[in-house]
């Protein structure tokens, strides 16, 4: 194993995830904080709160999570770095992302490896919601 | 319209900082996964984790696949499943839970330092994360055990563990 080689070849596919993630990421981030600006987040804010509470994170919120379980985690990375959250809140839409995110997709990948799909798809929401609430008491 | 543009201005600041400080994790962290991978240590680490597996009721084959996907991604580790798959070693109920395993709880390295740079507070997310990947999976594999039973087969989760499931 050529060391130099493997470092270069980790380096280069690290350069790729990041274009990835600056592609999708930028215009997320963006958005967030032109609806923030132009007042259309504290609209998501109030409608979500009482949902997002039981979390304790904010409404807006909502929209980290909404993109997070139905396209993929690199949005609400977006969401979360435009929005601004407390270390306990972003620590907790992080676990609540990790257990269930990109469903769609990771999903039908699952299901083509063999597992029951539906089962691991309901495990995995379950858990987010389950472990948002219980940090949100905890931490 | 100049407001517009500050907004707009102001928005690809706030996100190259912050892709700057997910770079700094991620960099280092993806070297990491390539040497793991090239240098066969991943393999080893599968070969320990054996007995862990077994504790879900899975066989010595799901080890890798198992560990692949938790550790390093799910495209990746879906990758490894599927081969193992096709060689016809593990059960709908054994893939299951390597579903139930690595859904939650897959990108590990990765994921961590992402989150982590963003400014999750890393044990909470961790132990937390661990918990709930782990538990679903846990329960499946009981599950499977009773199913097991049921049917009368062999693959019951001891003897699968202890590789005497032999005929």
């Known amino acids: ?139 | 319209m100049v407001e517009f543009l500050v907004v707009i201005y102001s928005g690809v600041l706030v996100g190259l900082r912050s892709l700057a400080e997910i770079a700094a994790f991620l960099i280092p962290v993806m070297v990491v996964i390539e040497f793991l991978k090239e240098s066969g240590i991943l393999g080893k680490i599968s070969s320990k984790s054996k007995r862990v597996t077994g504790a879900f009721g899975l066989p010595g084959e799901a080890a890798l696949p198992a560990t692949t996907g938790v550790l390093i991604g799910l495209i990746f580790g879906a990758g490894v499943i599927m081969e193992s798959r096709k060689e016809g070693k593990l059960d709908r109920g054994q893939l299951t839970v390597i579903g139930m395993l690595v859904g939650p709880f897959h990108s590990l390295i990765e994921d961590t330092a992402v989150w982590v740079a963003l400014g999750a507070s890393f044990w909470p997310f961790i132990i937390t994360r661990t918990i709930f990947g782990v538990i679903p999976a846990l329960v499946m594999g009981r599950i499977n055990y009773i199913r097991s039973l049921g049917k009368g087969e062999k693959g019951s989760r001891l003897s699968l563990a202890r590789g005497t499931d032999r005929p």
Not at chain 1, 67 to 90: D, S
Not at chain 1, 100 to 111: D, F, K, N, R, Y
């Open chain 1, 1 to 139: 194993m050529n060391v130099k080689a493997v470092a270069f070849s980790g380096a280069r596919k690290s350069l790729g995830v990041l274009w990835e993630l600056a592609v999708v990421m930028i215009p997320i981030v963006i958005a967030v904080q032109a609806l923030e600006h132009y007042g259309v987040m504290q609209v998501i804010s109030r409608f979500f709160s009482p949902m997002m509470s039981l979390f304790g994170v904010p409404g807006e919120a909502a929209t980290a999570l909404a993109m997070g379980y139905l396209v993929g985690p690199y949005l609400a990375f977006g969401v979360v770095i435009g929005l601004g959250m407390t270390v306990k809140q972003i620590t907790i839409i992080a676990v609540m992302l990790a257990l269930a995110h990109s469903l769609p997709v990771e999903t039908a990948i699952l299901g083509k490896s063999g597992a029951d799909a539906r089962a691991v798809l309901a495990a995995r929401l379950i858990s987010s919601i389950i472990a948002g609430i219980l940090l949100n008491l905890i931490l």
